[in-house]
């Protein structure tokens, strides 16, 4: 790091701790002019750029802080792949020069004078500028800079093209913010969005005469709106001829460009000669100014999107009316289908992904145009409070589709479940508590008060969009319609070009609505409890309450009857004692002052003393996260929870009843034959704190019942520091072994389990540990048939197994380490198994490596009682702990003697030598070949000890096999088949010895186990 580095950081933060000393409100600001031209030959802008900085703060300046976000585009380390490669996008770690894009050619001067500038030390996409003299408060300085900006493949990120369609967003050196809390000076990301200085712009846009432009501002130009405003009535094109992937040529002509505007943060622009022009506007229902609106799409969505520009009018119009006025003369909606970028916002225009509808369409139009107001008009800083733009604009999107859709339904298709999801109202709100539930129910959500780039991918949607659109619309439905709007638009006319803060956003509401909403900001937006309100008792007027999993008392409504007869609703009031949590509630926080309590109990007296039942949120508006326990009857032999049904097949969960879902189960092995029978289960969506599922079958070949069961409870709403969740369980299966004229025989397995999943941070601390311990207990029966008798038998054997696994699924490098203690009452063994993968381009294709080291503690494996207890390096359809599904478990022959599991040894090739009582090492590889098919080469080396007798006595060698070959790994350790082609000596002698062919070799995994539906939801990556 050079000197000037060091002393431009410094700069950046001596003032910080000056920042809190409490100044009235201000902000800086900057005014752009930029000149550019786009060549679509070499995908490149060559521009030059002038901004003046104002200084309004109250602190003298002498460094200022850039974003050169296309650099973000430019390698493997920066933030952007970092952060793709961790989502498991690994398309830019793997781009090629030619896809990636960059920023260079600056030169940053001050009335000519060049000016000391250079890269921040970790991130290349952010810059830091000496001035040429100290900017005092009050004052102004100019910066000029020419740079050229290499275009990088659409597919990436939001700066990007596809052929000649542009996508020109974050693509000019931009000053970061300097507000009361320092420097924002951050690095490009996708899932976490923007923060700029509020300014002016003023850009021209040089290109070829016949594209057509959507960009940020009101275009300056009287011929290029008269060519747009005649292409706007002209008659839709289906396809565009010519050119490469429909482009037509483009125009040796060029043109210019202009576009200004004032009071905005960022500039965009996009650019396709096949875009077709739709133009509308609309009538400000408060100022009378008119909003023009503009759509451009491609002819491929020319049908779907013929009506965009009218949704761009509903929504300005939604917007102005619950927020506040649109103050800008234009608004624009591009179609983006092919772009990485689509559904993004930018000042007065906004890019819209690939949609199917015309529902859709008008849904995602108004979330994006609606960003305008929050992102845009208010500037809030998204990358560090990301729920006060995408959350609250999500909120306005479900108020905006209840008021065009009332009676819309979920776009969603799954089979078996259509008419449930037809059924369905309020479908917006719907789709987000689903998906705030989907890791709520599993304790895998993350607080409302991170930063962006602190969030899973899953949770940046379900928590960020999904879980604020519903707190904001538990609290409209306690506030009520007119006062929740008298505190937006007061919000919004307070803080309008203003970059607001959390606590801005909170002093404004209390204020307005005369409420304390500690409920609201003090922790529903910035911890991660549950809530879980429940009716216990109700007994005349008076009905106990119990809360669960907040801090607080939360307020709900409760709606009584008498008989069939409404009694109305009431809203139960906050608890009268309030705490808010620590300042770092993804912590694990405790009450301040007070110990930590998250169970509440309380009795409420109603107006209603002859109320014979109730139910608590009957419309569905709160954040309760099980709305099953909320009805309580004052009478009858089952007073509290929901009733039971039974229900075809699938469906998904029921606010008024609990359900018991079923289906035909058919099912067949070797041993048992064809089998018939029921499952059972209550599984569904979302996940259930207690799960079960009960599958009896009868084998009408070994006439008997057979099939499995299993129970487990999951303390998903635990809050604790160390546990992520606890998993009790027990599981039993009963299946035959063999089954002839003479005999049968058959096993019942029975396994109590504990499993802790360990507290971590899937970014910061990706790795996942946890610790099970369970017990498996074994039954194997036999009986032989004979004249007059039947002869039975029974072994039992008992086991138990403590195992620790750590895991980190990153695509990029997945690694899986387990090490395991196996114990019987005469011995115990431990193992450590680590699986390797590396990925060597963007369709994931990877080398994998395994590793498996085995060994019996003391000399216990002397006393081993049956042969599935010894360590082996090749496996058939067996296990000792029976915990895989073999269509005949125990097969040495045909087609079902070639199935096996990878355990142990992990070879693929069946022989009976490189068995073990002592211990057994082994290295499996496999390879994935870079061709679109699921093709891999594989090599495995074990070893294993070998007694050797002879004459001279007895003597222990190490022996070592080894293997290679070719496969087909359909589905990774689900669904493979493998071609050993080159075995050991050792190997090929057994096989000759036995009258094995090289065929005989060809093996394959299907791994049921795997399969099991009602586990899927659990096993879902966060």
């Not at 929740?484 to 007061?490: G, Q, S």
């Not at 094995?996 to 995994?1005: A, E, L, N, T």
Request: hydrophobic fraction near 35%; charge should be negative; glycine fraction near 8%.
């Amino acid at each position: 790091m050079n000197r000037n580095m060091v002393m431009a950081m410094m700069s950046g933060l001596w003032c910080s701790p000056l920042l809190l000393c409490g100044q009235d409100h201000w902000q800086q600001q900057v005014d752009y002019r930029i000149a550019v031209r786009l060549d679509d030959v070499a995908h490149e802008l060559h521009a030059s750029e002038g901004f003046t900085y104002t200084n309004n703060s109250p602190h003298t300046l002498d460094t200022l802080w850039v974003h050169l976000w296309p650099n973000a585009y430019r390698d493997r380390h920066t933030a952007l792949c970092e952060q793709m490669d961790r989502t498991g996008d690994l398309d830019l770690h793997f781009a090629t020069q030619e896809e990636r894009g960059w920023i260079d050619s600056l030169d940053f001067r001050t009335n000519g004078e060049k000016l000391t500038w250079g890269y921040h030390p970790k991130h290349g996409d952010i810059g830091w500028i000496k001035l040429a003299a100290p900017l005092v408060p009050g004052a102004s300085t100019e910066i000029t800079t020419p740079f050229r900006v290499k275009i990088p493949d659409g597919k990436f990120s939001r700066l990007g093209h596809t052929g000649q369609a542009y996508y020109i967003t974050q693509w000019y050196p931009k000053p970061a913010v300097f507000d009361a809390q320092g420097w924002h000076a951050m690095p490009y990301l996708t899932l976490g969005e923007f923060y700029s200085e509020f300014g002016s712009f003023d850009v021209s846009i040089t290109l070829p005469a016949n594209y057509v432009v959507g960009a940020t501002g009101v275009l300056d130009d009287p011929v290029e709106s008269a060519w747009m405003d005649e292409r706007a009535e002209e008659p839709l094109t289906m396809t565009f001829s010519g050119g490469s992937a429909g482009f037509p040529p483009s125009d040796a002509r060029t043109k210019t460009l202009r576009f200004t505007q004032d009071r905005v943060h960022d500039f965009a622009w996009f650019a396709d000669k096949r875009f077709q022009v739709r133009k509308s506007g609309i009538d400000l229902p408060r100022s009378g100014r008119h909003v023009t609106t503009w759509a451009l799409f491609t002819p491929k969505n020319a049908t779907l999107w013929n009506d965009a520009a009218t949704y761009v009018d509903e929504s300005v119009k939604h917007y102005s009316a619950l927020v506040g006025e649109y103050p800008y003369d234009a608004c624009t909606a591009v179609d983006g289908t092919i772009s990485a970028g689509g559904g993004m916002e930018y000042p007065m225009v906004t890019i819209i992904g690939n949609m199917e509808s015309r529902e859709g369409l008008d849904n995602v139009i108004a979330h994006e145009v609606g960003h305008n107001w929050f992102y845009g008009i208010l500037g809030s800083n998204e990358r560090d409070h990301p729920w006060m733009d995408e959350g609250m604009n999500s909120f306005l999107e479900l108020r905006y589709m209840r008021v065009r859709y009332p009676h819309g339904r979920l776009s969603i298709d799954v089979p078996f479940i259509r008419k449930q999801l037809n059924e369905i109202t309020d479908a917006t709100r719907f789709q987000s508590e689903m998906g705030y539930r989907l890791n709520a129910r599993r304790n895998l959500d993350q607080p409302l008060s991170l930063t962006s780039d602190d969030y899973t991918e899953i949770n940046y949607g379900t928590m960020v969009y999904m879980k604020t659109t519903l707190v904001f619309d538990h609290l409209l439905a306690y506030l009520g319609e007119e006062m929740m709007d008298r505190c937006m638009h007061a919000y919004f006319e307070e803080w309008k070009f203003k970059h607001p803060q959390p606590s801005d956003v909170r002093a404004v509401f209390e204020r307005e609505s005369g409420k304390d909403l500690t409920w609201v900001f003090g922790e529903m937006l910035r911890a991660d409890g549950k809530l879980d309100a429940s009716a216990r008792k109700l007994k005349g007027p008076n009905l106990t309450i119990r809360s669960k999993g907040l801090w607080y008392a939360a307020p709900f409504p409760v709606t009584g009857w008498n008989g069939n007869d409404s009694l109305g609703t009431v809203w139960i009031e906050p608890d009268s004692i309030r705490f808010d949590v620590r300042s770092d509630p993804a912590k694990g926080a405790t009450l301040d002052g007070h110990p930590s309590r998250t169970t509440w109990i309380r009795t409420e007296t109603l107006p209603w003393p002859n109320a014979d039942r109730i139910r608590m949120d009957v419309g569905n508006r709160t954040l309760d996260i099980d709305r099953r326990n909320n009805a309580v009857r004052s009478h009858g032999l089952f007073k509290r929870g929901s009733p039971l049904k039974f229900e075809s097949l699938l469906g998904i969960e029921k606010d008024d009843h609990r359900s018991i879902y079923y289906a035909l189960l058919p099912a067949w092995n070797g041993h048992d034959g064809f089998q018939a029978g029921l499952l059972f289960r209550n599984t569904t969506f979302p996940a259930q704190r207690t799960e079960w599922v009960l599958a009896p079958l009868y084998a009408f070949g070994s006439e008997r019942l057979v099939g499995g069961a299993r129970i487990d409870h999951h303390f998903d709403r635990m809050r604790s520091n160390l546990f992520q969740n606890i998993h009790l369980g027990v599981s039993g299966r009963t299946s035959s072994t063999f089954h002839d004229h003479d005999a049968s025989a058959w096993y019942t397995k029975v396994s109590p389990s504990v499993q802790f999943d360990l507290k971590r941070d899937p970014l910061t601390r990706p790795w996942l540990h946890t610790i099970a311990l369970r017990g498996v207990h074994i039954t194997n029966t036999a009986e032989l048939f004979a004249a007059d008798a039947t002869v039975r038998s029974h072994t039992e054997q008992g086991y138990v197994e403590l195992a620790h696994t750590m895991s980190d699924d990153r695509k990029l490098h997945p690694t899986t380490i387990t090490t395991t203690l196996t114990a019987k009452e005469d011995w115990v063994r431990g193992s450590v198994e680590v699986e390797q993968g590396f990925a060597y381009n963007a369709r994931n294709k990877q080398l994998r490596l395994r590793a498996f080291a085995g060994t019996f503690l003391g000399n216990g494996g002397s006393r081993i009682t049956n042969g599935l207890e010894a360590w082996g390096l090749s496996w058939g359809p067996e296990d000792m702990l029976y915990d895989h599904a073999y269509l005949e478990r125990g097969a040495t022959s045909g087609f079902t003697g070639r199935q096996y599991s990878e355990q142990q040894g992990g070879f693929k090739t069946p022989f009976l030598q490189g068995g073990s009582q002592t211990w057994l090492a082994s290295m499996n590889l496999e390879l994935d070949l870079p061709i679109p098919l699921p093709i891999a080469l594989f090599a495995s080396m074990g070893g294993a000890p070998v007694t050797i007798r002879s004459q001279a006595g007895t003597n222990i060698e190490t022996e070592l096999y080894f293997e290679g070959g070719i496969g087909l790994p359909v589905v990774k350790d689900v669904l493979e088949i493998w071609f050993p082609l080159a075995v050991s000596k050792r190997i090929r002698d057994e096989e000759e010895f036995l009258g094995r062919s090289v065929s005989d070799r060809i093996r394959f995994v299907i791994a049921f186990e795997r399969m099991d539906p009602t586990r899927l939801l659990r096993n879902l990556k966060p």
